[in-house]
């Protein structure tokens, strides 16, 4: 079955540091990840994904995420926060030979100090 | 392009009742999916369709839930009876279908905050 975690609930960093919203996936096959940011209120938005190739990808908004088969993750990163970024992101994952059925984790808060 | 549309925004009404929400796709685009969202199990998809046509409804939770799609450019998700438990926030969202369909993303609409009483 797939699943994907987001181990934490919240991560607060001051702006202009370095963050990293963590993801790890299960899936029988091999996996689409994908990252998307809901604002208060709002519906998700695209960030990024990983079909295949390089593993790592750029998205919008300076964000990138790496690809870890080995580790089964897919964290998110960007080298530095601001204020605007604070949000709740939402892993997904997509196994290929499933469909167009997508998980999506719990989502993490993100909270960036001025 | 106005995105996904979603009606209505906000919905209060009491045990019992039917509820009926609706979704305006992007133009063009030849999936759509119905989403619920609650703080005690997040996101689910509840059903999705291709070409106006229901493909897989496995998480639609009871059949109490009904989704149709009658054209290209509206759907509904339908409650009857409603129940309190029901409460959440219904996403529909939709996507292009091209060629690498299940690479494709998801458009998400803002979203039907849904409170039975």
């Known amino acids: 079955a797939q699943s994907v975690a987001q181990p934490e609930d919240q991560v607060n960093v001051a702006e202009g540091n370095p963050l990293t919203v963590k993801c790890t996936y299960s899936?029988?096959?091999?996996?689409?990840l994908f990252w998307y940011v809901q604002y208060p209120n709002r519906g998700l938005q695209f960030l990024l994904k990983y079909i295949t190739g390089d593993n790592l990808v750029k998205g919008s908004y300076g964000f990138e995420a790496e690809f870890n088969k080995s580790q089964t993750s897919f964290h998110l990163k960007k080298p530095s926060a601001l204020v605007s970024d604070s949000a709740l992101y939402f892993c997904?994952?997509?196994?290929?030979?499933?469909?167009?059925?997508?998980?999506f984790g719990a989502g993490t808060r993100l909270f960036v100090k001025a | 392009d106005a995105g996904v549309i979603q009606s209505p925004r906000h919905e209060v009404t009491e045990m019992g009742q039917e509820v009926t929400l609706r979704c305006k796709p992007i133009s063009g685009h030849d999936y759509l999916f119905w989403y619920r969202q609650t703080m005690m199990r997040g996101l689910e998809l509840l059903i999705y369709?291709?070409?106006?046509?229901?493909?897989?409804d496995s998480g639609m939770p009871e059949d109490r839930f009904s989704a149709k799609m009658p054209n290209a450019s509206f759907s509904t998700l339908k409650i009857q009876p409603s129940e309190p438990r029901d409460s959440a926030v219904y996403f529909c969202?939709?996507?292009?279908?091209?060629?690498?369909?299940?690479?494709?993303?998801?458009?998400f609409g803002p979203g039907t905050r849904l409170t039975v009483l």
């Open positions: 997904a994952v997509r196994d290929r030979a499933g469909g167009f059925k997508t998980i």
């Open positions: 369709f291709n070409n106006n046509v229901p493909i897989d």
């Open positions: 969202a939709s996507s292009p279908g091209t060629s690498g369909a299940l690479t494709d993303t998801q458009y």
């Open positions: 899936v029988s096959g091999n996996p689409y």
